[in-house]
């Protein structure tokens, strides 16, 4: 950045040299006005790209960017083909669900949501955090754990729900993206269950 600063001063001191010193040769002066000029506005740029705090990943200072996808897995058992494994694995962005942001790596009854967000039209969602380290949940975590015994085991529920999708860390004046993909069961295949359907042959 000073060196930029130099650049920029040594230009203004050699322009207004320019103005009182008659150069006799017009083609060479021309030549140097115009690697004048071009040196001050790649150098403003310049300047102003680096002021800016642009990333290509993100344009704000300090945040994180989410592409939450869903796939859904091949349910069909014998009626799969690969038209159809390669439609049920296709990655679809995970819109207009809501997701919160909690702080820690851990999801707790008593724990506070710093921000929620959804995906609209557009492929990723990018959130401004102050630096410290965060993880998100979806709805199942957000609400209160509701178990029926009978059909799921509790303790297997309990750490499903205190496990949240993923973590992340802020780090000041930083900007990432996170990838993630929610991989959604069958029917006969979801998580702690005690009793599962028969899988389809």
């Known amino acids: 950045m000073m060196m930029l600063q130099y650049i920029i001063t040594f230009l203004y001191i050699f322009s207004v040299i320019k103005k009182c010193v008659k150069l006799p ?105 102050p630096p410290g380290t965060y993880s998100v949940i979806n709805k199942f975590s957000y609400n209160k754990l509701v178990v029926e015994p009978n059909q799921f085991d509790i303790a297997c529920m309990q750490q499903l729900w205190a496990t949240p999708l993923f973590s992340f860390t802020i780090n000041k004046n930083k900007c990432d993206t996170i990838i993630y993909n929610i991989a959604l069961p069958c029917d006969y295949n979801k998580p702690c269950a005690k009793l599962n359907s028969d899988i389809p042959m």
């Open 25 to 129: 040769d017009m083609k060479i002066f021309n030549k140097v006005m115009y690697t004048y000029n071009s040196i001050i506005k790649i150098s403003l740029v310049f300047y102003l790209f680096l002021s800016s705090g642009y990333s290509v990943k993100c344009q704000v200072i300090s945040s994180m960017c989410f592409i939450i996808t869903k796939t859904t897995s091949n349910c069909n058992g014998a009626n799969r083909t690969e038209e159809n494994l390669d439609n049920n694995l296709q990655k679809m962005i995970a819109r207009k669900e809501i997701f919160y942001i909690i702080n820690g790596k851990k999801n707790i009854p008593n724990r506070k949501i710093v921000k929620s967000f959804t995906i609209g039209n557009e492929k990723s969602k990018c959130i401004f955090l």
